[in-house]
């Protein structure tokens, strides 16, 4: 159990948690060994560890989703008459194949749009959202151009909380020239 701990505190410091966006980690390989150790020595022999054992194992660890070699989750949403339906995809093996797709069905079953996002994209729009406010990489800059890009690249992150926040309002009603 010992083992186990020490994997799950190694990842808690690289970042990995539960599946917090759409999309799986990647290990590095000293952990993705870790992790390979790991399943080994549970199925070793296949029965060695109990029912509850097992479960227990599995989710202090998160390994049903931390180190798998394949993924793929598929959520669904209704939404009035139609549909959204979520896939998150990911293949250690072939990280191009690593994507979330999400597509909206109409009341009788047709896509109507579907929006494909890979794993970069995905990562590049977290960072953007979440991670901190990077300072311009050319150090050549002034004290005032770096403030002024820091600034900038603020107010474009409060920018898109807004509209965030107001993609998941209600619509105000248009109103039509001579009501």
């Known amino acids: 159990m010992r083992f186990f701990l020490i994997i799950g505190m190694g990842l808690s410091v690289i970042g990995c948690g539960p599946l917090t966006a759409p999309m799986v980690v990647r290990l590095n390989d000293e952990y993705q060994q870790k992790v390979d150790e790991a399943w080994v020595n549970m199925f070793s022999p296949p029965g060695r560890l109990d029912r509850a054992l097992l479960l227990d194992v599995l989710l202090c660890n998160q390994f049903h989703?931390?180190?798998?070699?394949?993924?793929?989750?598929?959520?669904?949403?209704?939404?009035?008459?139609?549909?959204?339906?979520?896939?998150?995809?990911?293949?250690?093996?072939d990280p191009t194949f690593d994507d979330f797709t999400i597509a909206y069905l109409?009341?009788?079953?047709?896509?109507?749009?579907?929006?494909?996002?890979?794993?970069?994209?995905?990562?590049?729009?977290?960072?953007?959202?979440?991670?901190?406010?990077?300072?311009?990489?050319?150090?050549?800059?002034?004290?005032?151009?770096?403030?002024?890009?820091?600034?900038?690249?603020?107010?474009?992150?409060?920018?898109?909380?807004?509209?965030?926040?107001?993609?998941?309002?209600?619509?105000?009603?248009?109103?039509?020239?001579?009501?």
């Open 65 to 93: 989703q931390l180190g798998v070699d394949r993924l793929r989750l598929v959520s669904e949403k209704r939404v009035g008459e139609g549909l959204a339906v979520m896939e998150v995809r990911f293949d250690r093996n």
């Open 106 to 179: 109409d009341g009788e079953g047709y896509e109507v749009r579907r929006e494909r996002y890979p794993r970069g994209e995905i990562e590049e729009r977290i960072k953007f959202l979440l991670g901190p406010i990077a300072f311009p990489p050319n150090t050549s800059a002034t004290s005032a151009e770096v403030c002024e890009e820091w600034e900038s690249h603020a107010a474009e992150r409060e920018v898109r909380m807004e509209e965030i926040k107001a993609a998941i309002t209600p619509l105000e009603s248009e109103s039509i020239p001579g009501d």
